[in-house]
Nanobody, 115 residues
Framework: QVQFVESGGGLVQPGGSLRLSCTAS????????MGWYRQAPGKQRELVASIASGRTTNYADSVKGRFIISRDNAKNTVYLQMNSLKPEDTAVYYCNAGIPPTFTWGQGTQVTVSS
């Protein structure tokens, strides 16, 4: 059974930082492209960043230069370092394998950027 467990969200002021983690189980993690997605209220879920098995990364224009995606294959975990956060980054953040995403979504982790 494939499972994604996201953590690390919270309330942060504009300009602050957070580091999200997502641990996957039930997949051959090291061979999968992993993606971080987010869904803001009233909006569609969107791809924020992805990292391939060879560690090539891609970012949405809205987060380029502020977010960094990384992975630890030994821990089956993908990370999202989020810096210079803006109110428009407020959303529930999810991870998944494959682009487009292949598996059922986890519970996500809420990120709220507000003063």
């Amino acid at each position: 059974q494939v499972q994604f467990v996201e953590s690390g969200g919270g309330l942060v002021q504009p300009g602050g930082s957070l580091r999200l983690s997502c641990t996957a189980s039930g997949i051959a993690f090291r061979f999968n492209t992993m993606g971080w997605y987010r869904q803001a209220p009233g909006k569609q879920r969107e791809l924020v960043a992805s990292i391939a098995s060879g560690r090539t990364t891609n970012y949405a224009d809205s987060v380029k230069g502020r977010f960094i995606i990384s992975r630890d294959n030994a821990k089956n975990t993908v990370y999202l370092q989020m810096n210079s956060l803006k109110p428009e980054d407020t959303a529930v953040y999810y991870c998944n394998a494959g682009i487009p995403p292949t598996f059922t979504w986890g519970q996500g982790t809420q990120v709220t950027v507000s003063s």
